[in-house]
């Protein structure tokens, strides 16, 4: 009877949200790049990505993870493009109820972050963006070749919490995923005397780095 009524609800939960809810997926713009610490480095914003449902389980302590999947790779204009490097970032929010506060890592390649935060729009706003995430050492890129960053992101989320187990089921998991969102084409400068500085890793090069990459990405439009 106990399951029956469980399935009751939950149905009328999918009646309400499968024609509203979901009626915008989350969406990756302002993908960036720039050269920091003598690494190309990548940025990005996500948009839509907290329906209220989810919102819902994450208020009832529920973990919720966005997993970004980043690459940097060589443009071919006649062949498939190659990659070079990635890194795959996971940034996760977890309610602590008796504490009231809103617990943030983010955990990658070089990157390990953990804040916390009471505010709902703070968690958030840190959960969509990407900052300064590394991908490879300037040195290893080649100037007189072309290069983009793409990214996508994915929703992963407990679905075995009472109620949730039963609400989320009618979530289909492609509505929580961004499509592919590209950067322009860059390259490498290879003319600048600052960008040669860059180009030969130095162990305790700290003086002068901001200075010293500012010109060393060009763009291009695709």
Avoid: C
């Avoid at 071919?76 to 506060?101: G, I, P, R």
């Amino acid at each position: 009877m106990a399951r029956l009524k469980g399935l009751a609800i939950a149905s009328m939960f999918f009646l309400l949200i499968s024609g509203t809810a979901y009626a915008s997926s989350p969406t990756l713009v302002n993908v960036g790049v720039s050269a920091e610490d003598n690494h190309i480095a990548m940025s990005a914003q996500m948009t839509d990505g907290f329906p209220e449902e989810v919102l819902e389980a994450v208020e009832s302590g529920v973990p919720m993870t966005y997993t970004f999947h980043i690459e940097l790779r060589k443009d071919k204009s006649l062949w498939v493009d190659s990659l070079v490097s990635s890194n795959t970032v996971e940034h996760t929010v977890h309610y602590d109820s008796l504490k009231k506060v809103y617990r943030f890592t983010e955990n990658g390649k070089n990157i390990t972050r953990k804040l916390m935060t009471r505010k709902r729009e703070r968690y958030q706003q840190m959960m969509a963006s990407l900052e300064s995430i590394p991908l490879t050492p300037l040195y290893k890129l080649n100037p007189n070749d072309k290069y983009y960053i793409r990214v996508k992101a994915d929703l992963q989320i407990d679905r075995f919490w009472f109620p949730f187990n039963y609400i989320l089921f009618f979530v289909p998991l492609n509505d929580m995923e961004t499509d592919w969102a590209s950067s322009s084409l860059l390259s490498i400068e290879p003319n600048l005397a600052e960008q040669q500085q860059a180009f030969e890793p130095k162990a305790n090069d700290t003086a002068g780095k901001s200075k010293a990459l500012k010109h060393v990405i060009r763009t291009f439009n695709r």
